[in-house]
């Protein structure tokens, strides 16, 4: 007799498959960002990369041809999806600078076709599948987390030695579980949620990096806010706000004095030097994108200088720092005019689920937060794995939403 498998299952199997390329790709990446600081190369993990992002991409179609009746042009963010993947697909080829077809493919692949995979994979799972995957989505995330941190682990060690050096950037890697903040939020297990939560922020606190500390914080006060004032209208909101502002600061004084001169005070002197340190050059590098505007030709201003154009202006420094300024200087007026659209869709979601008073309110807006926050202080949009988080948040959250939109209509269509 044959094994039958119901399409709730298959989706579970799909789901999973999607979930350890994710995570197997995630290991590759950060490898090959440590391999590159150290020796200038990462071409030993190349092929590894096209293998796992190959494979997810062909596991979402695996999961479309068994499910050819799912609509995903409900989503709000689908049209983004595919106009950012055609801008992409049409700069590499068109702009970008390199002869090289393994990197053209390996470009198309990873910052065009794979995010918007994963935008429809995910959004279209939990459209029709919501409800019954969120347990078995929670082991995932969970799962994220645990393998991500113990990775990032067995290299701290070494990534410290190259901050000591001057290669302070190398832990930015840590910002891998910031960006699925969102995610851990949403669990519906307490442990497994705050567990996630404090493991993330522990992660990104061992980076000793501004930006993610300042991201981290906004956002679990944006949830903090959003969840008790806006969803569950608390009627103490005001004082348990005080109240936790100052176990906060005891908690943190009592850290810093007892636990960790080397880390709180290096966040602090780092936090409080910024108007020395221009934020690490940051300034100095907006400053000079910005007076190089004028010099640019009105065809650059409109279509950019394809992936990576604003390190023609900046020598020795890896992109824009901001990616506003990166939108524009790789992709143009065009390029800018889509990113400023994502921001526009991804507020009038979070304005939805507000005033819905739901219950994904709360996450979704840290994720608004955390994308804000480090879109302005550094770079999200060249960092494949990075912008593959978010298309696998606003994919899922999309998804969630709308079948729980769909689940009210019926009870309420029921009780008529």
Wanted: aromatic content about 18%; hydrophobic content about 55%; charged content about 15%.
């Amino acid at each position: 007799m044959g094994i039958k498998i119901t399409k709730l299952t298959f989706a579970k199997i799909c789901l999973l498959a999607v979930a350890v390329c994710f995570a197997i790709y995630v290991k590759y990446i950060t490898e090959t960002d440590l391999l590159y600081v150290k020796y200038m190369s990462g071409a030993s993990m190349t092929i590894k990369i096209l293998i796992t992002v190959c494979l997810m991409i062909f596991f979402c179609l695996f999961y479309f041809s068994i499910n050819l009746t799912h609509k995903i042009k409900t989503s709000k963010f689908f049209n983004f999806f595919v106009a950012w993947a055609s801008l992409i697909f049409l700069n590499v080829l068109l702009l970008t600078e390199t002869n090289d077809i393994k990197s053209i493919i390996i470009l198309v692949l990873r910052h065009a076709l794979m995010l918007y995979f994963l935008f429809i994979f995910f959004y279209a799972i939990f459209k029709y599948y919501g409800d019954s995957l969120q347990k078995f989505f929670g082991y995932i995330v969970l799962g994220w987390y645990i393998a991500i941190a113990l990775a990032y682990s067995v290299n701290f060690l070494e990534l410290g030695a190259l901050a000591l050096m001057g290669r302070s950037n190398v832990l930015g890697i840590s910002y891998i579980l910031l960006y699925p903040l969102p995610l851990a939020l949403c669990l519906q297990n307490k442990f497994f949620k705050w567990f996630c939560v404090i493991l993330g922020f522990i992660v990104v606190l061992s980076s000793v990096k501004r930006g993610g500390m300042i991201g981290y914080a906004l956002a679990m006060f944006v949830y903090y806010f959003v969840h008790n004032y806006y969803i569950k209208r608390s009627k103490h909101f005001l004082r348990n706000t005080i109240l936790l502002g100052i176990l906060f600061l005891i908690a943190f004084i009592i850290y810093d004095r007892i636990v960790s001169e080397s880390i709180i005070g290096k966040i602090m002197d780092r936090i409080g030097n910024i108007s020395q340190d221009s934020g690490s050059g940051r300034l100095q590098i907006w400053s000079g994108l910005i007076n190089k505007m004028p010099d640019l030709s009105f065809g650059r201003i409109l279509v950019g200088h394809g992936f990576l154009g604003s390190t023609q202006f900046i020598p020795g420094k890896l992109g824009a720092h901001n990616d506003f300024l990166e939108s524009f200087f790789d992709y143009g007026l065009i390029g800018l005019g889509i990113y400023i659209w994502f921001y526009v869709i991804f507020f009038r979601k979070l304005r939805f689920l507000i005033k819905q008073k739901s219950a994904l309110a709360a996450p979704f807006a840290a994720g608004f937060t955390v994308f804000f926050a480090l879109s302005i202080y550094s770079q999200i949009i060249i960092y494949d794995y990075y912008f593959a988080l978010y298309a696998i948040i606003v994919g899922s959250f999309d998804g969630m939403s709308h079948q729980q939109t769909l689940t009210e209509k019926h009870i309420n269509n029921k009780n008529l």
